[in-house]
């Protein structure tokens, strides 16, 4: 009998793990940063809680490139994406994907840890608010519209605009971040644990973060007129802040799992139910891999709109609200908008050279927003 009772609890256990994972792929494929990057630490982490708690064998497929990120997830070769400001810029059809080639992709978000950003500055610099910023140097980097386009938009929440500051390009992001120290720039918008960030803060030109007033309202509403991907956020890991100390930030979804919108529900409700349930196994895979936490992953805004398995799940969960279905029912509105409108406007304009056809899709996305406005 006692034998029987052990065989009988050790079946049950084995089917309690069964029932957990059997609508999780036995493989799966992800892409994400580089090998070293936030993105692919993070995406390791889960994918190893993924292995150890439901036997699914994942590989991350790694990539420097946003295009390298997303074209796999777009043809059906990998499941999921890690992805970054480049999951807005897609569905928008901006930047590198203002060609004939690309255009507007229909693309869903599943969960995204919110990652701050924020202006920082040297604290001889004479910013205190992002309105002093006015007539100071700026570090931008080359070719990095993800960081550039965010700070064109803590700008715009201080009532600036590029045109009001002197910007000052720099070839890589780690030149753009060291400038500061070196007395290059007086300012830039970067995530607030950028190693070089900590060199500036042990530095004699010091360091400073400016708030972003999450009571501001006109604030909030200029800035989303740039880049409606963002919200307030309390942080309190950064270079430069003491224990105990908290700065008001914006937080975007970074990375942020994305994927196709024509994934099957029941296959995302069994992704995201995964990601909860191995929650406990990779929330210390980092500093801030506790933020996978549902109840902040899980709810926008996000660069896309949230796939409906994701809702489901979330819904279940009693984590999405009537807030977050009408902020998603806006954002697909907005995505259906934009494909629809490529639609129509590529044929006519396919021929063009490559600058006065990104220049006039940006026409026709200013029309698109217009009207969704109006």
């Given amino acids: 009998m006692l034998l029987r009772s052990i ?8 089917g309690t793990l069964t029932a957990s994972a059997q609508d999780l792929p036995q493989t799966m494929i992800w892409t994400a940063y580089d090998v070293g990057s936030a993105g692919y630490a993070e995406a390791s982490a889960i994918a190893d809680a993924f292995g150890k708690e439901f036997g699914t064998k994942v590989r991350i497929q790694p990539s420097g490139t946003a ?64 309105a002093d910023a006015k007539g100071k140097r700026a570090a931008l980097v080359v070719g990095n519209p993800s960081v550039n386009l965010k700070c064109e938009a803590i700008l715009a929440f201080g009532g600036l605009t590029t045109d009001d500051v002197e910007v000052v390009m720099f070839p890589t992001y ?27 803060a042990e530095s004699p030109r010091g360091i400073r973060w400016i708030p972003l007033d999450s009571e501001n309202q006109e604030g909030w509403a200029a800035l989303d007129g740039v880049l409606p991907i963002m919200s307030p956020f309390n942080e309190d890991i950064a270079a430069g802040l003491e224990e105990g100390e908290n700065v008001q ?22 992704f995201i139910k995964a990601l909860d349930e191995a929650y406990d196994l990779y929330k210390d895979g980092t500093a801030t891999m506790v933020r996978w936490d549902l109840a902040q992953a899980g709810l926008p805004p996000a660069d896309v709109p949230f796939h409906e398995g994701a809702i489901r799940y979330l819904t279940e969960k009693g984590i999405w609200t009537e807030e977050a279905e009408a902020w998603n029912q806006q954002r697909i509105a907005r995505l259906d908008a934009m494909i629809a409108a490529w639609e129509e406007f590529l044929p006519a304009n396919e021929g063009l050279p490559a600058e006065e056809f990104a220049a006039k899709w940006k026409e026709k996305q200013g029309e698109v927003i217009a009207s969704l406005d109006s």
Avoid at 7 to 14: D, E, N, S
């Fill in 174 to 200: 780690a030149a753009a971040m060291s400038s500061m120290t070196k007395n290059e720039a007086d300012f830039t918008c970067t995530t607030p644990t950028t190693s070089q960030l900590y060199e500036l």
């Fill in 7 to 14: 065989l009988a609890t050790t079946v049950l256990g084995l």
């Fill in 67 to 130: 295009i390298g990120r997303l074209q796999p997830v777009l043809q059906g070769r990998a499941d999921y994406g890690f992805l970054a400001t480049e999951s807005f810029f897609v569905s928008e059809g901006d930047f590198d994907f203002a060609t004939p080639e690309w255009g507007p992709q229909n693309l869903r978000a599943v969960a995204g840890r919110p990652a701050s950003f924020a202006m920082v500055t040297a604290a001889d610099a004479g910013i205190e608010e992002i």
């Fill in 249 to 270: 930030m914006a937080a975007y979804r970074y990375p942020v799992i994305a994927t196709t919108a024509d994934k099957s529900a029941d296959e995302v409700y069994a």
